[in-house]
């Protein structure tokens, strides 16, 4: 909100309209109204573009307001230790997904291998293949809730990166790194690859 707030009074200061500076930066005027609105990040290679058409810095930008001589270094770190944190964050969840993918695939084989070829009731094996299927579900579910929020999804039309919705990302056809869905930003539908690293 106070980066959005800064951007808005910087373009102003600069008697730029949000389509003139959208211009400028060859996106649409949607996606500087959205900064501006405090609902989404200006993307990394973007910054600099940005930076030098408002005549600011990158540290004031990400600290949403001119920072002065004295505390420059200071912010700065502040900055980019934030940055950091929220990529490591992103790697945790995504590694934590693989695990979760791994431990579910293990379990229900070793369950249908045992309700398969057990000497048991026909009960229990019934039993043993729900479980399975329960597992299965769960495992899924948890692996495919942690991949979803782990980083953006970037749009191969207008480049802009995104935390899709649960449902959206459930229903998105998808290969490994990609996945089918419609952009916030250009209302676009395509194959969007999935970034860890805002970067
Ligand atoms: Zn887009």
Not at 70 to 85: R, S
Not at 105 to 114: E, G, K, M, P, R
Not at 121 to 141: E, F, H, Y
Request: hydrophobic fraction near 45%; charged fraction near 25%; glycine fraction near 8%.
């Amino acid at each position: 909100m106070k980066i959005g707030k800064f951007i808005a009074g910087e373009r102003k200061a600069k008697n730029l309209t949000q389509r003139q500076l959208a211009d400028a930066l060859s996106i649409s005027d949607k996606t500087v109204s959205k900064w501006e609105c405090g609902k989404g990040l200006p993307e990394v290679s973007l910054m600099l573009p940005l930076c030098e058409k408002l005549g600011i810095t990158v540290n004031d930008l990400l600290s949403g307001e001119k920072v002065s001589e004295v505390d420059y270094q200071k912010k700065a770190e502040e900055n980019m230790v934030d940055l950091m944190k929220e990529n490591e964050e992103n790697k945790k969840r995504m590694v934590l997904s693989v695990i979760c993918g791994v431990i579910t695939i293990i379990a229900v084989c070793s369950l249908a291998v045992i309700a398969s070829f057990l000497e048991i009731p026909a009960a229990a094996r019934i039993g043993l293949l729900i479980l399975a299927a329960a597992t299965a579900a769960a495992g899924t579910g948890a692996a495919a809730m942690l991949d979803a929020k782990a980083g953006y999804f970037e749009c191969p039309h207008c480049k802009a990166l995104f935390v899709p919705s649960m449902g959206d990302y459930v229903k998105g056809v998808h290969t490994i790194t990609r996945r089918r869905l419609t952009c916030p930003e250009c209302g676009k539908t395509g194959m969007c690859r999935h970034r860890v690293i805002r970067q």
